[in-house]
T-cell receptor
Framework: GNSVTQMEGPVTLSEEAFLTINCTYT??????LFWYVQYPGEGLQLLLK?????DKGSNKGFEATYRKETTSFHLEKGSVQVSDSAVYFC?????????FGSGTRLQVQP | DVKVTQSSRYLVKRTGEKVFLECVQD?????MFWYRQDPGLGLRLIYF???????EKGDIPEGYSVSREKKERFSLILESASTNQTSMYLC??????????????FGSGTRLTVV
């Protein structure tokens, strides 16, 4: 079946540091890939997505590239802010329903 | 502003009670989903529905049932609540789209504690 593996957190960074959160997946076909973000006390919000190989999703300074050869969709941001502190979920879609990773908590310190 | 609304933010119930979690969306979405969120486990799919009166089991349906009598409303039912069902429950909806171009819209969640 489908599965998503994310790096364990928490990830603690200083403001303006470079962020990478690793995500790899297992799927039978060609899924769509997503990153969702959950700010404290809120539901999940769609951050970015990519629907086919080599697509790059981007939003709010975050980027992720769909790499079919390495089955990966790593999330990156060049300069994080305190307001980026949240839990980030990688997910894949293949016909049925979204399959989520376990989530990675990001803490950004001033 | 389009919304998925979950009726309760916090809920405390006793072991053995029948519990109803309600979810309503105003986007005319065909698809609706129930997940539970637990630390270290991410979100796990309980049930989903592609249309009125239609339901499909997710990955962890045991101890749960659902009802979808109207397009906008999707209810999760805990037949006899147990302490291992203490969790955050998230409802979501989406359009029927082969690539899920617009993703899911999530509600704010219901934190259920079973004592």
């Amino acid at each position: 079946g489908n599965s998503v593996t994310q790096m364990e957190g928490p990830v603690t960074l200083s403001e303006e540091a470079f962020l990478t959160i690793n995500c790899t997946y297992t799927a039978t076909g060609y899924p769509s890939l997503f990153w969702y973000v959950q700010y404290p006390g809120e539901g999940l919000q769609l951050l970015l997505k990519a629907t086919k190989a080599d697509d790059k999703g981007s939003n709010k300074g975050f980027e992720a590239t769909y790499r079919k050869e390495t089955t990966s969709f790593h999330l990156e941001k060049g300069s994080v802010q305190v307001s980026d502190s949240a839990v980030y979920f990688c997910a894949l879609w293949e016909r049925r329903a979204l399959t989520f990773g376990s989530g990675t908590r990001l803490q950004v310190q001033p | 502003d389009v919304k998925v609304t979950q009726s309760s933010r916090y809920l405390v119930k006793r072991t053995g009670e029948k519990v109803f979690l309600e979810c309503v969306q105003d986007m005319d979405h065909e698809n609706m989903f129930w997940y539970r969120q637990d630390p270290g486990l991410g979100l796990r799919l309980i049930y989903f529905s592609y249309d009125v009166k239609m339901k499909e089991k997710g990955d962890i349906p045991e101890g749960y049932s659902v009802s979808r009598e109207k397009k906008e409303r999707f209810s999760l039912i805990l037949e006899s609540a147990s302490t291992n069902q203490t969790s955050m429950y998230l409802c979501a909806s989406s359009l029927p789209d082969r690539t899920l171009s617009y993703g899911y819209t999530f509600g704010s969640g219901t934190r259920l504690t079973v004592v």
